[in-house]
């Protein structure tokens, strides 16, 4: 694995009127890392996530892709960067009047300009890779909440990000549909790809993240491989959280 870190987020800090909603929140993510934002409703993990695709603008801190900060004001260098890190949301943002397979192509022709002919079959490449192929030409009210968070994945995909931003990509979803998308972003891990996952998915994170972040009031209180923050004598916030979970 490279040691350059591939995206560096320093200082980032929000507030709405008087309330902090980010405090001094950074983190460093090297090439092939699959990093977890965890902590209780509230904590801020959405926002973070959304400050770092620049969905929210936040009042202070910087963004680094590939040892370059991004001039988040500046449009054009925003559109660029946002091609690179990639979001997948809780509730899947597909374009109700299009099909699975037009809802993966249209960024490529809108984007990319790709030819109609292209970006369907590059759509299509993406969509055998989630598993979705006998669903290309369904539209979204036709599919299960896994699948719309599938195409979802395959649209992100297609534009061959260096990132990809997970916003608890299983929290809308059945808990019958929730493994299909965890097999979709296990291959993805085992690919190499780079992610940052909000999610409260413990024994997934477990299993497979490089270091789980731990948020509290808008603030990183803690971070670590998962073998030093749930490992049988850790004493960490984070294992009190996971705990807490599992006796649910």
């Known amino acids: 694995m490279n040691d350059q ?46 400050c770092i695709n620049v969905l929210t603008q936040a009042d202070s801190g910087q963004i680094f892709l590939e040892g370059q900060e991004v001039m988040t004001k500046n449009s054009r260098e925003l559109c660029l960067y946002r091609t690179k ?6 509730d899947f943002k597909l ?8 809802n993966v192509a249209i960024a490529l ?14 759509a299509m490449q993406e969509l055998v890779r989630v598993n979705l192929a006998e669903q290309c030409e369904l539209y979204p009210a ?4 896994g699948q719309k968070q599938r195409v979802a994945f395959a649209r992100a995909l297609a534009m061959d990000p260096l ?8 929290s809308a979803l059945d808990p019958e549909l929730v493994g299909e998308v965890l097999a979709v972003i296990r291959d993805l891990a085992s690919h190499g790809m780079t992610m940052i996952m909000a999610t409260h998915q413990m024994d997934f994170i477990r299993a497979i993240s490089s270091e789980i972040i731990f ?20 004493r960490s916030r984070t294992k009190q959280f996971y705990n807490s979970l599992a006796s649910v």
């Open 85 to 90: 890190v990639g979001m997948i949301f809780q």
């Open 5 to 50: 870190a591939i995206l560096e987020v320093k200082d980032i800090s929000l507030s709405v009127g008087s309330k902090t909603i980010l405090s001094h929140c950074s983190l460093s993510l090297k090439r092939g890392e699959l990093k977890v934002l965890i902590g209780p409703s509230g904590a801020g993990k959405s926002t973070f996530l959304q």
């Open 215 to 234: 948020m509290e009031n808008g603030q990183i209180v803690e971070q670590g491989p998962p073998e030093s923050l749930l490992g049988e004598n850790a």
């Open 95 to 102: 374009f109700d009047h299009l099909t699975a397979i037009d």
């Open 109 to 122: 022709r809108k984007v990319r300009g790709q030819s109609k002919e292209e970006s369907r079959k590059r």
């Open 163 to 170: 990132v990809l931003l997970l916003d608890e990509p299983t």
């Open 142 to 145: 036709q599919l299960s909440g």
